[in-house]
């Protein structure tokens, strides 16, 4: 929903007054895609914190599939993050291409599939390493690093120690962009959001539950997040296969390692 957002906001869909009504959907083509809640008028902060489905239904239509591929692809989906060991794999963040080769020219509509790329269902497909690049590239304002295991090695021969070097990675997003997003993610644990049952005394997080559809069993329960808010330390990003909902089962997880990994 963020990447959604960035969207939004860049392209001028919308900005930080832009209000969508949620009365706990949005209809299309005569099917009801349905909200958690009904928000009533909700702007982009409200959005992230609340976690509104209608909001982003609507969002991702109006900035379209072009656009919504273009950002994803710039907030690290769809291709690898550059991990220096060997077996990672793209993910999927599919465009008017793979529709094509998938359904055949003509015979799939984009409002019916990128409604539901706009709340990160649908096609789409990540790995844990991109979302956790992604929560990193959100607390850094739209840079980082590509992740990595190692820092260098030892060369016993000339007994020095040699350090890798490490793309930098960069969204091209504004910082006003990033400045609107956080600070809706910050609310989502030190507001009234879905998360605020993970806060801890001295430490301000940011983050956001989600929570992943599975047409193979019960939902995964996901959370990304950064901390502390004004000078991040860490990102995370936690996955918990068949769980259910996010807030419930994965936001708490993160919330040890926030405090594991601070409290050194």
Known sequence: KMMVAAAGLETGTIDEKTIYSCPGGYTLGGRLYKCMHI????????????????????????????NWHDYS?????????????????????????????????????????????????????VTPLQLAHYAAMLANYGTTYAPHLARGYIDTRKKRVVKFDFKKVDSGISRKTFEIIREGMRRVVEGYGTARHIKIEGIEIAGKTGTAQNPHGENHALFIGFAPFDNPKIAVA???????????????VAKRVFETYLSK
Not at 56 to 62: D, K, M, P, S
Not at 97 to 120: H, P, Q, T
């Open 73 to 125: 692809y710039k907030l690290g989906f769809g291709h690898k993050t550059g991990l220096d060991i060997g077996g990672e794999i793209n993910g999927l963040a599919p465009d008017k291409a793979y529709y094509d080769r998938a359904f055949g020219k003509g015979r799939w509509k984009e409002s019916g599939m990128v409604i539901n790329l706009g709340i990160g269902q649908g096609e789409l497909s």
């Open 39 to 66: 928000h009533g008028s909700v702007d982009v902060l409200t959005s992230i914190e609340k976690s509104c489905n209608t909001f982003y239904y609507r969002l991702a239509i109006n900035i379209g599939l072009a």
């Open 238 to 252: 936690v996955i918990v296969e068949n769980a259910g909902f996010g807030g419930t089962h994965a936001a708490p």
